[in-house]
C-alpha cells in the first residue's frame, strides 16, 4: 500500500505545514512528515537542522507557530508535555539525560509512573530487563557508574517501561563506540520487530538508513529529501552528504 494512502487511523504520527520558531528564528518551516504503524522512520540532518525541534513539537516541549501534529487521527499539537507521554508518544532524549545519583532500577521505575497499578510496573520492569540484560544484572548500580553504552541502554529501557505506542529516539548512538553502535541498533529492530512504531533521530545515516522502512532528510528547518530507507542509501546525494564521512 501506498504510504500516503493509509488511513489516520493507523498514522502513528503525521506532522502536517509544521513550523517553530524560537524568537525571529525559524527552526522548522512548515515540515511534512509521517510516521506510520509499525514503522521505523529516519530522520536525518546535520547538527542545526531541526531534528531536534521536531522531536520537542511532537512531545510538546515547545509550541509550534504553524500547522498541525497528529497522532493516530487525534491532533497533540497544544496538548501539555504530560497528557501526550499519556497517550504513548514517549521520547528517549538526547545526551541520555538519566539520574545519575540513583540506582539503574530506580530510574527504570520513574519511567513507568505511568503504570497503572505496581504489578503491571513490574511487568514492565522484567520487560525492560528481557531487552537489556546488561541492565538487570546492574540493578542495584548507581546509573552514573555505567559506560557510555549502558547508560544509553538505561535511557532506551526508561522509555520503554511508559509502555510506547511510538518511541522517539534522539540521537541514541551520539558518542559511542561503533561495537556498541552495531548493538543501539540491533535493539531498535528487535523492539521494532516486536510492535513498537519508531522515530529516529540521527547522524549516523548509513546505520539508520538500513533499518528504517522511509526516511526524510533535513536541512535548515525543511525536509530536502524522503523516500525509503533502502533507496535513500543508495541516493548519490544522500552518498556525498552522509555516507561518505562514515
Do not use: C, W
Not at 72 to 79: D, F, P
Not at 109 to 136: D, H, I, M, N, W
Not at 223 to 236: F, K, V, W, Y
Amino acid at each position: 500500500m501506498n504510504r500516503q494512502a493509509v488511513p489516520d487511523s493507523e498514522v502513528a504520527l503525521k506532522l502536517s505545514n509544521l513550523s517553530v520558531s524560537y524568537g525571529r528564528i525559524e527552526a522548522l518551516k512548515q515540515v511534512d512528515l509521517r510516521v506510520n504503524k509499525g514503522e521505523i522512520v529516519a530522520l536525518l540532518g546535520a547538527n542545526g537542522a531541526g531534528k531536534s525541534s521536531t522531536l520537542k513539537a511532537i512531545s510538546g516541549l515547545v509550541e509550534p507557530s504553524g500547522g498541525s501534529i497528529s497522532a493516530y487521527g487525534t491532533r497533540i499539537s497544544g496538548m501539555a508535555a504530560e497528557k501526550i507521554v499519556r497517550k504513548g508518544i514517549i521520547q528517549a532524549p538526547e545526551g541520555r539525560q538519566i539520574f545519575f545519583e540513583l540506582t539503574v532500577e530506580e530510574n527504570l521505575l520513574v519511567g513507568g509512573f505511568t503504570a497503572p497499578s505496581r504489578v503491571e510496573q513490574r511487568e514492565r520492569l522484567e520487560g525492560a530487563y528481557e531487552y537489556f540484560p546488561r541492565l538487570k544484572e546492574r540493578r542495584g548500580q548507581v546509573a552514573g557508574t555505567l559506560s557510555g553504552g549502558e547508560q544509553q541502554m538505561l535511557a532506551i529501557g526508561r522509555a520503554l517501561m511508559a509502555n510506547p505506542q511510538v518511541l522517539l529516539l534522539d540521537e541514541p548512538s551520539l558518542g559511542l563506540a561503533p561495537l556498541i553502535v552495531q548493538t543501539i541498533f540491533e535493539i531498535i529492530r528487535t523492539l521494532n520487530e516486536k510492535g513498537t512504531t519508531i522515530l529516529l533521530v540521527e547522524q549516523n545515516a548509513k546505520q539508520s538508513l538500513k533499518i528504517a522502512h522511509y526516511a526524510y532528510v533535513m536541512e535548515v528547518g525543511i525536509i530536502s529529501l524522503e523516500g525509503r530507507g533502502q533507496d535513500l542509501l543508495a541516493d548519490p546525494r544522500v552518498i556525498e552528504a552522509y555516507l561518505g564521512k562514515q
